[in-house]
Nanobody, 130 residues
Framework: QVRLEESGGGSVQAGGSLRLSCSVSRTRFMEPPMAWFRQSPGKGREGVAAIYPGNGFAGPTFTDYADSVKGRFIISRDNSGNTLSLEMNDLKPEDSGMYYC??????????????????WGQGTQVTVSA
């Protein structure tokens, strides 16, 4: 079982930065794959960034980003595996929305599929003004 809780959302002007955190409580030893998604009013939930832990079989840590945030956002996890972060820089109004962290997906080739993730947090709101 995995429990997720996001924090760090807020309001910022365009060009500013925010850092989101997701606290991970898990009952199993292995670090699960994790991701950030976002959803704005009237739109579907979209994948923002994902991180898959590396191991001897699967290779090094794998990260991927939506094209719209590449070069601006950085996903990372602390050494304990208990905190997932999303560093967001050069924010744009279109980055506004509710941001959710998700855990446990077996399909890293299709990580943007909402249905592929098992656990979800409640979300944290990000608002970017022009």
């Amino acid at each position: 079982q995995v429990r997720l809780e996001e924090s760090g959302g807020g309001s910022v002007q365009a060009g500013g930065s925010l850092r989101l955190s997701c606290s991970v409580s898990r009952t199993r030893f292995m670090e699960p794959p994790m991701a950030w998604f976002r959803q704005s009013p009237g739109k579907g939930r979209e994948g923002v960034a994902a991180i898959y832990p590396g191991n001897g079989f699967a290779g090094p840590t794998f990260t991927d980003y939506a094209d719209s945030v590449k070069g601006r956002f950085i996903i990372s996890r602390d050494n304990s595996g208990n905190t997932l972060s999303l560093e967001m820089n050069d924010l744009k109004p279109e980055d506004s929305g509710m941001y959710y962290c998700a855990a446990d997906s077996a399909n890293r080739k299709d990580w943007t599929a909402v249905g592929g993730w098992t656990f979800w947090g409640q979300g944290t709101q990000v608002t970017v003004s022009a």
